[in-house]
Nanobody, 128 residues
């Protein structure tokens, strides 16, 4: 069982930056993918970024490429994944969720149904 705790959301002006953190209890195995999803008011949950724990291979949705960076702690003592968000836009306003899943095939990394564990969400509000 894995429990996820997301934090770091807040209110920021357009063009600003925020860093979200997701701490996983228990040990993230090398077969895990860690993902970030977001859900804006009235919209469906959408994929933002993902990282494979062992290889650090990353994947991003097109709208955040070049602005967001997903990363993990350098050592395995802290099972924490980060989402550095730069040049934020009002369209980035959403509740951001971190998620974890095992043995996800590449073609399914962006699908919420591939992830077994979810954090509680953290609100990011970008003002214009």
């Amino acid at each position: 069982q894995v429990q996820l705790q997301a934090s770091g959301g807040g209110l920021v002006q357009a063009g600003g930056s925020l860093r979200l953190s997701c701490e996983a209890s228990g040990r993230a195995s090398n077969s895990f993918h860690m993902g970030w999803f977001r859900q804006a008011p009235g919209k469906e949950r959408e994929f933002v970024a993902a990282l494979r724990w062992s290889s650090r291979h990353t994947l991003y949705t097109d709208s955040v490429k070049g602005r967001f960076t997903i990363s993990r702690d350098r050592d395995n003592a802290k099972n924490t994944v980060y989402l550095q968000m730069n040049t934020l836009k009002p369209d980035d306003t959403a509740v951001y969720y971190c998620a974890a899943g095992q043995r996800i095939i590449y073609s399914a990394i962006s699908q919420a149904s591939s992830y077994d564990y979810w954090g509680q969400g953290t609100l990011v509000t970008v003002s214009s």
